[in-house]
């Protein structure tokens, strides 16, 4: 565990990183530096062909280079038993190509060079195919009825056909397309494994699922539960790509199996664009029709994505979006998906959201337009009072207070409705934009434990979940919510995680941490209180009902009569014990019983909502869009740290402007590799691309979601920005781009 700051506040505090000094004097370990000794190195050799067979693997000369240890192909890998993901196949088990990239051998050498140069020395000699990378190929196949994790994507109700073609009403019917983008986290996925014999391993992975690492690796490799440890104390980004199980961590086991020595797996950054997802080409055709008074009649959402032959991600865009934000009198969607010789893609940040509001918000700019309605005022109109889904109200929604607070700060009054009629005094156009955001509140299952320990006259708590913290915060706000929870200080709360062998924990997927950790120490908290009172003989707290017991300021109270409390130091003390603990109990699954959280048969529907506000500046002799300034206002239910919280949306915010203006990646469509696999080509933003960013929050705790009242905030920022930009783009040049990124080119 590493050596972490005191948390200085309690939920709601502006608390620092407990991790930060750690990260910012380098003494943090990512997995690629795990401290495990004599590790040997490893370097994945990738396929040059993207779709064929390989014929033959010729790794004499190879073997044979100095400092080489060890060489895994598809020839010696040990048959897996299940637990991969993101690739459907297993690694390494066939000799079929089916992307650019793949992986084909992995050489394990003394020195990252060495293995690098050994692998320039294998001899592949591939039967190749041509692969379908245009997704306007018509002979990729086309799939007009796909379905995700079982369910199908197309939805329909009301007749939007009717509603298109009824007298007065006023349509728009756009296409908007998005391309390839690929994750870019600063820290590449690695894996490091070592084997304490033959049937114990353990790993170091920059992983966002602890836990569910460590389960696939004791599945894969047939190991027990209880053999199998897998740490990840810090995760340098992720954004999706580390949440599914890649190959290249079962190759690093493998890998170190035959090398028998420990071997360090890290992905190079070009693997990065090929071998762990990115987020998939969109084709989105939406449909709008609205009364005079910008009542929605009809809404159509056509999607068309790219799948692999390898994978079963699909970008779903008008799920999170047009069948959840605005109330609509019909709604059909409908989705295609092709597939393409490309990597598998995968999920990235509001994956389906992104790209979905890109086309949806976009849509209702030009709707208001048209109608000569502000956009806030259209938004408005269409206001969903009860979830357009299951019909159910909401748990807590204040998308309203989003757009009021949002305008004022921004000053949207001052936005001139006629596109290309405003200019800087130094002759730059200048625009307004403004779109909404939106992202689902889920919980997934896991556990937590408290422990609390006598210390000097009081006691100290140690919270733990085997979950992960990707650089949102999750190390810092366990503390808090263990502090508020407790009632305790925070300098007496440390919370562990990234380490297999803490209770079991959900994805950092989603936004899930921070409200799925909330309910299972929320959980755990109320199991401490329950060991606590075992040991309340003879205190004033003796028979009481545990339904009249609060933790407050490091008592056990009675709630209706609050003189009635003992020391918490007091029942340890008692207890007789080291510690004594409360672990979430099993009923923490997706469908609490008899609680109104996440659940089909919950009595709300749980979504956070948010609003954008953008400026944008452009030349017009070399139309490059500067964003000038950016306004984000998100209700995200209960801030459990406004620092942190605020880090989370202007990340968001961040990449939406790099999906905005200039992440794209680009694929040569005769040899299906990708052509700007690096960061010099792949163009994220940097510090001189961002200017003024300023963040709000509604702040009103969500308590039918859990118990601290928190909705995840890492994907919703993210969310409705390029509609935002777009939509100002056109405001300040009356050119409307629906094609992403919005380079210059498209503006001349
Ligand atoms: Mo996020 S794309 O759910 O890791």
């Known amino acids: 565990m590493p050596n972490q700051e005191k948390a200085t506040g309690a939920v709601g505090a502006p608390t620092r990183r407990t991790d930060g000094r750690e990260k910012v004097t380098g003494a943090a370990r990512y997995a690629a530096e795990a401290p495990i000794p004599k590790a040997a190195f490893g370097y994945i050799l990738p396929s040059t062909i993207a779709k064929g067979v ?31 993901s993101g690739d459907s196949r297993a690694p390494f088990s066939d000799m079929n190509i089916l992307y650019a990239g793949q992986h084909v051998a992995v050489v394990v050498a003394d020195t990252p060079e060495r293995a690098r140069h050994a692998a320039s020395l294998i001899k592949v000699e591939y039967t190749e195919a ?114 599914e199980e890649w190959p290249h961590k079962f190759l690093a086991v493998a890998a170190a199996k035959l090398a028998k020595r420990p071997v360090r797996l890290p992905l190079t950054r070009a693997q990065m664009f090929t071998n762990s997802g990115h987020r998939p080409f969109c084709e989105q055709v939406i449909t709008v029709a609205a009364g005079t008074d910008g009542k929605l009649k009809g809404l159509r959402h056509f999607v068309l994505s790219q799948v692999s032959p390898s994978s079963t991600f699909i970008e779903t865009c008008a799920a999170g979006t047009s069948r959840v934000l605005y109330d609509t009198a019909s709604l059909e969607i409908v989705q295609h998906v092709k597939t393409m010789d490309l990597p598998p893609g995968t999920w990235m940040r509001a994956p389906g959201e992104t790209p979905g509001m890109f086309a949806l918000e976009s849509a209702l700019d030009e709707l208001a337009h048209e109608l000569k309605m502000d956009p806030i005022a259209l938004r408005l109109a269409n206001h969903a009072d009860v979830s357009p889904e299951s019909k159910k109200p909401w748990s807590s929604k204040h998308l309203k207070e989003c757009y009021t607070k949002g305008a004022e700060k921004f000053g949207w009054s001052r936005r001139n409705p006629i596109p290309a009629s405003t200019k800087t005094p130094d002759g730059k156009w200048i625009g307004y934009g403004m779109a909404s955001a939106t992202y689902p509140a889920m919980i997934f299952p896991g556990k937590a434990r408290v422990r609390l320990y006598k210390e000097g006259n009081g006691v100290r708590a140690v919270s733990a979940a085997a979950s992960q913290d990707l650089g949102t915060g999750t190390w810092t706000i366990g503390v808090q919510m263990t502090a508020t929870l407790l009632d305790l200080p925070a300098g007496q709360v440390k919370f562990e995680l990234g380490d297999s062998k803490l209770p079991v924990s959900g994805q950092s997927g989603g936004s899930a941490t921070a409200g799925s950790l909330a309910l299972a120490l929320g959980d755990a908290a109320e199991a401490l209180k329950a060991e606590l009172l075992k040991h309340a003989d003879g205190t004033p707290l003796a028979g009481i009902d545990i339904k009249d017991v609060q933790f407050k300021g490091g008592e056990l109270a009675s709630i209706s009569k609050p003189t009635q409390k003992v020391k918490l130091r007091d029942l340890v003390q008692k207890a007789g014990s080291e510690y004594v603990e409360g672990v979430t109990s099993d009923r923490n699954k997706f469908q609490p019983t008899g609680e109104d959280y996440m659940a089909n048969d919950a009595k709300y529907a749980f979504q956070s909502f948010g609003a954008h506000f953008v400026e944008v500046q452009i030349d017009d002799l070399l139309p490059l869009v500067k964003v000038t300034r950016v306004v984000s206002v998100m209700d995200i239910g209960r801030v459990l740290n406004p620092k942190t919280a605020r880090s989370q949306v202007i990340g968001g915010v961040v990449m939406g402007l790099g999906q905005a203006l200039t992440e794209d990646t680009h694929y040569d469509l005769r040899t299906g590799r990708p052509t700007n696999d690096n960061f010099a080509d792949y163009r994220v933003p940097v510090n001189s691309d961002i200017h003024s960013l300023e963040v709000e929050f509604i702040d009103v705790p969500d308590l039918h979601f859990n118990p601290i009242g928190c909705r995840g905030v890492g994907e919703i920022g993210i969310t409705g920005i390029a509609a935002a930009v777009a939509n100002a783009v056109y405001n300040a040049t009356g050119k409307r781009i629906r094609d992403l990124p919005i380079t210059p080119d498209k503006l001349l």
């Not at 014929?55 to 060890?70: L, M, P, Q, R, W």
């Not at 070592?194 to 836990?211: A, H, M």
Request: some cysteine.
């Open 130 to 243: 041509k692969p379908i990378v245009d997704v306007h190929d018509s002979s990729a196949p086309l799939n007009e009825t796909p379905t995700f994790f079982g369910s199908p994507l197309g939805f329909k109700e009301g007749d939007v056909a009717s509603a298109v073609s009824a007298p007065g009403v006023t349509v728009v019917k756009q296409t908007y397309t998005t391309p390839i983008e690929t994750h870019n986290p600063m820290e590449m996925s690695a894996t490091v494994a070592l084997w304490e014999g033959d049937d114990k391993l353990v790993v170091w992975d920059s992983t966002q699922g602890v836990s569910n690492t460590h389960g696939s690796l004791a599945r894969a490799f047939g190991l027990k539960p209880e053999n199998v440890r897998v740490y990840c104390p810090y995760t340098g980004g992720g954004f999706g790509c580390k949440g």
């Open 54 to 84: 390989i014929k033959s693997i010729d790794t004499s000369v190879a073997e044979k280079a100095i400092g080489v240890i060890a060489i895994l192909t598809p020839l010696n890998m040990p048959k897996l038993h299940g637990g991969h």
